[in-house]
């Protein structure tokens, strides 16, 4: 029971990064359609530049982690959302129109110019970081010794998490961008007769979805302590594993498919084995989508003839 | 279930969540004879026809259709097996074409399932055996005869998507000939169409129904065609029948009337008279 | 290191020398801003896993300056050649002149690649890359079966290519079976695997599809990699039996071919066999994807490349129509699998990455979904290129991922967009790429 609390919170903390990076293809998707796939790399490229406004920050002696959590947040967002923003003007926005697989090959195309990138900037080798946050609370001892662990670093990620959210949520539903990208969704044609700024609202999507994926990137940082140019492929597929898996379109359900994937996969480690997490969170995927073609919170595709 | 009867709409419902789009729909479609469904905006008349046809499975009631002896309950059947075994074909309100596909491909894509038998599902033609190259040939007969008939002969070999309104309407009507089925279920034909093309239709139609004996249902907003051609014409209003009968008693039928323009007497005799 | 940024500003096109400037002005400034950190500062993992870093302001300066230079140069171009919209829409002119350029480009190609090995007998190189680009057209017809003619998007299409070659491997270093009874083998057990892929994601649609196929393909090389005992993880397999003429052998042997002819031994004619092998495998794949395309099954796939609903409607059995595409492209697959183990001798789960998927359809769409000899040249200009930037080392996949993104902004059709009619009764016309649908699947 204690053994499985713990992995409760391991799985939670997984599956709040995996949500971040999953609402960055989910909103992509449900504005323009298509499948960003180099928006894992844009998260990886968010970890190296949390990284490195790290290693500087320290290095001009400040001290006060909660300071420079707030600075290397900030930074790293405004750095990585500009990467977002230059990926949408220079290979989506051309295609806008066009076919729907040209996007998608010049996503992928895209994929692997950030990859290399940071491959050729920053080397091959993985990038480790000490512990920044530390400590945490011991919730719970039990007889035999075992004990539920709740790290620092963990109340952050998921707190972080929350606030996000939260702030995102309000921004879709409250603000006039937030309306602009809800009507681009539906009808851009109609959207843009209407006096929405179409090419501005799609640009602020890749924008914000950059930003969560600059966080998302952060978070794992902190988790783990290291970052390299690969990662972005695996937990790219995940996150967006995880958008399907909640309903693409859904941003409730890209947070749920996010935290599905990261519980599966934490539990699938813990009980069955390490090797085949991940061949469990992709073959769930497809067990879901067979009963729910359209995810967990999609709405069902109304076929109209 | 009489002899003459093709198709028996029994009690037919169909609810999309707590709407009912459709309640206790009855009515027959004779046998060799064009029967329209006709009713104002939202009477669910395509609702019916996705029904018929397949593509939804009714929350109640029962759809027969007669055909070589044989009473098939089409309401069991789905998809692309009402085409198949029912021998049931049908166009849609927004044409549904193969843009990219010549005329002649799209005519010979419907001809598949007799094709595939012939080519032995696909093995004896992959050897090119000549009992598939005859099948073949008999196939392109069989979709120069339509093209003649809907007049497109001469652009067999452009593609579907480059024709003009009108004529992509005769082809998806030509296409679903080209199954040879028992019943063609037309969804507005004449949705479109100017007043010549209309007149074409018409004539497409029966000829369909006197030369080849075909049974036609069709749903159509456009009177003249219907009270042109129409042997028999079922009234939908708000998802139930509220009149069946001739074009004649169908257009002196008051409650038929009042459903197509609400209170505006005037206006609605005005649409009933343009198809006399 | 050179980075080519396409215009910033490609909205609005420039009048004057301000505007011109002002536009190189503020891409150079969102270059500074996106390269200021990662070039700019570079960190490494020291020996006792403390991190160090170093500045590199004037490569940052380079880069920007570079960005700065390359967007005047592109808005001049631009101003010089037109609207960028032009060159998209591809004058009739031009595509009835490729398409007649195209019944003498095939037959041509055709002629010179059978004539390679006689050309560049003493050439291993060039040898080699022939044997490589021919691997690929065969993917890539295999592919274009799936993707352009059916509309199915199949992202994880390596994943037949590993089943076709752990089949040969396992087959012939277990039970020493003969590549020739072994191919077959491959075929029908990707296909297998192919009907298995099918079945649940033939309700799903669009990029529901594209994640499961692409999950498919990841499982497939997890389960490689981790099951050990019969794939031998990630180490692979090693000394794949080479393959044999039709049972005699390609070595140096008494009773090797060289010997029974009575020439001389060298290894080059195990390279030229080979290179027909896979020749003859890839006009396989042509030659019955040709064929299919004038069959009902083929055109049923068109069809549903088109409108599904519509093939329905007209008593088409969608189901097993789509399992039969994924069928047939898989059996390609896994025929190139085979092929490719049997020629490197040794195979590990890396030679099948999401990355070969991606190729293989970079290949298919460059191609021009369904143009048989347009995959084929894509086949050759992509795989030639990447040859080409070899000695780049890494910046390779950079410059290889910038030409994925300006080929699909400068052709999203791909190299022959058009169609041509598989029955026709007076005279077959191309048909516009405008018009042919690439499929919701």
């Not at chain 1, 990859?115 to 000490?130: D, E, F, L």
């Not at chain 1, 693409?248 to 090797?275: D, N, Q």
């Not at chain 2, 109640?60 to 198949?84: M, Q, S, Y």
């Not at chain 3, 794939?231 to 397999?237: D, W, Y």
Request: glycine share 10%.
């Amino acid at each position: 029971m204690d053994y499985f609390a713990q992995q409760l919170i391991n799985g939670l903390v997984l599956g709040s990064i995996y949500g971040l990076i999953a609402i960055g293809y989910t909103m992509v998707y449900g504005i323009v359609g298509m499948i960003n796939f180099a928006h894992g790399d844009v998260f990886m490229i968010g970890g190296f530049i949390a990284l490195i406004t790290f290693l500087l920050l320290v290095s001009t002696g400040l001290t006060a982690v909660p300071v420079i959590l707030l600075i290397v947040i900030l930074v790293s967002m405004a750095i990585t959302a500009l990467y977002g923003w230059t990926i949408e003007r220079i290979a989506y926005r051309p295609l806008r129109h066009s076919f729907r697989l040209a996007p998608m090959l010049s996503a992928i195309g895209m994929s692997f110019v950030l990859t290399n990138y940071s491959q050729v900037a920053q080397g091959a080798r993985v990038k480790p970081v000490p512990p920044v946050i530390t400590g945490g609370y011991t919730l719970h001892e039990s007889a035999d010794g075992f004990v539920i662990q709740l790290s620092n670093i963990q109340i952050v990620v998921v707190i972080t998490t929350i606030v996000l959210l939260a702030i995102f949520t309000w921004l879709v539903s409250r603000t006039r961008l937030g309306r602009d990208m809800r009507a681009c969704e539906q009808d851009q044609t109609m959207a843009a007769l209407l006096g929405v700024n179409v090419d501005r609202t799609i640009s602020m999507t890749f924008v914000i979805g950059a930003a969560l994926a600059a966080v998302a990137g952060l978070m794992y940082l902190l988790y783990y302590g290291l970052v390299d140019f690969f990662m972005g492929f695996v937990a790219g597929i995940k996150a967006f594993t995880a958008a399907v898996l909640g309903g693409i379109g859904s941003l409730p359900g890209a947070m749920l498919g996010g935290l599905a994937i990261g519980l599966i996969e934490t539990f699938w480690s813990a009980y069955f084995s390490v090797e085949y997490k991940d061949v469990a969170a992709f073959s769930i995927l497809i067990v879901v989508l067979i009963f729910m073609p359209t995810g967990l919170l999609g709405r069902p595709e109304v076929e109209k003839v | 279930m009489s002899p003459d009867q093709i198709l028996e709409v029994d009690r037919l419902t169909m609810r999309f969540g707590g709407i009912v789009a459709v309640q206790d729909l009855s009515f027959a479609a004779e046998r060799k004879k064009i029967t329209a469904l006709i009713g104002p905006n939202g009477a669910g008349k395509t609702t019916v026809f996705n029904c018929i046809t397949g593509f939804y499975r009714p929350s109640g009631g029962a759809i027969r259709l007669t055909h070589d002896g044989k009473v098939i309950a089409l309401e069991r059947l789905n998809d692309f097996r009402i085409a198949k075994q029912a021998k049931v074909a049908r166009t849609f309100q927004n044409i549904r074409l193969f843009p990219g596909m010549t005329a002649l491909e799209n005519l010979m894509v419907a001809q598949h399932n007799a094709l595939m038998r012939a080519s032995g599902f696909t093995f004896l033609g992959l050897i090119g055996a000549p009992g598939y190259r005859d099948a073949e040939k008999c196939a392109i007969d069989l979709a120069t005869d339509w093209l003649k008939r809907v007049n497109l002969l001469d652009r067999a070999d452009d593609a579907a998507g480059n024709f003009a309104y009108g004529d992509q309407r005769r082809l998806e009507i030509a296409r679903a000939m080209c199954t040879e089925p028992a019943l063609l279920c037309l969804d507005e034909p004449a949705a479109g169409l100017n007043a010549r093309e209309s007149a074409a239709l018409s004539e497409l139609l029966l000829s369909i129904r006197d030369e080849l004996g075909t049974s036609i249902l069709l749903i159509e907003h456009d009177m003249s065609v219907v009270m042109e051609i129409s042997d028999h014409i079922v009234v939908m209003d708000h998802g139930v029948k509220i009149a069946e009968g001739s074009p004649r008693e169908v257009r002196d039928d008051p409650k038929v009337i009042a459903a197509y323009l609400g209170t505006d007497e005037e206006e609605a005799v005005a649409v009933m008279e343009s198809g006399s | 290191m050179r980075v080519k940024t396409p215009s910033i500003n490609t909205a609005k096109a420039p009048s004057g020398i301000p505007a011109l400037l002002k536009t190189a002005g503020f891409n150079a400034l969102i270059a500074l801003v996106l390269f200021s950190l990662m070039v700019g500062v570079r960190t490494e993992a020291g020996s006792d896993g403390q991190l160090t870093y170093w500045t590199r302001f004037g490569e940052v300066a380079s880069l920007v300056a570079a960005v700065f230079g390359g967007s005047i140069v592109i808005e001049l171009l631009k101003q010089w050649i037109g609207p960028t919209g032009a060159e998209k829409l591809v004058p009739p002119a031009v595509q009835s002149g490729m398409s007649f350029l195209g019944r003498y480009l095939a037959p041509a190609l055709l002629i010179f690649t059978l004539l390679v090995p006689v050309i560049f007998y003493d050439q291993r190189y060039i040898l080699d890359l022939a044997i490589l680009v021919l691997t690929y057209v065969m993917l890539g017809w295999g592919l274009n079966v799936v993707v352009g003619l059916a509309g199915l998007l199949d992202l994880g299409y390596v994943a037949f290519y590993a089943v076709g070659a752990y089949s040969y491997a396992l087959l012939a270093t277990n039970f020493g079976w003969s590549f020739w009874i072994c191919l077959p083998l491959a075929g029908i057990l990707a296909a297998f695997w192919g009907v298995l892929l099918g079945f649940p994601v033939l309700r799903l649609r669009g990029d529901y599809l594209a994640i499961v196929t692409l999950a498919f393909g990841e499982i497939i090389r997890l389960v490689i990699i981790n099951w050990q005992e019969l794939t031998g993880g990630p180490n692979g397999v090693s000394s794949i039996p080479r393959p044999s003429f039709f049972g005699i052998p390609l070595d140096n042997s008494d009773n090797g071919l060289a010997a029974r002819l009575g020439i001389e031994y060298s290894p080059t004619h195990r390279i030229v066999f080979l290179f027909y092998l896979i020749l003859a495998l890839a006009l396989l794949t042509n030659w019955v994807t040709i064929r299919l395309r004038r069959l009902p099954i083929g055109r049923a796939w068109e069809a549903l490349r088109e409108d599904e609903v519509a093939c329905r409607a007209l008593g088409i059995n969608t189901t097993t129509t789509k399992l039969t595409a994924f069928a047939t492209g898989a059996m390609f697959g896994g025929f190139a699998g085979a092929f490719f183990a049997t020629r490197q001798g040794f195979i590990s789960p890396e030679s099948f990455t999401f990355q070969e998927s991606a190729l293989v359809l970079a290949i298919v769409v460059l191609g021009g979904m369904g143009s048989q000899l347009g995959v084929a040249l894509a086949a050759l200009a992509m795989i030639g290129g990447f040859e080409l930037f070899r000695s780049l080392e890494s910046y390779r996949m950079l410059v290889f991922g910038m030409a994925m993104v300006l080929i699909m902004i400068w052709r999203p059709r791909g190299l022959i967009g058009h169609r041509a009619p598989t029955v026709y009764l007076t005279k077959a016309h191309a048909i516009s790429s405008d018009l042919v649908k690439e499929g919701h699947g």
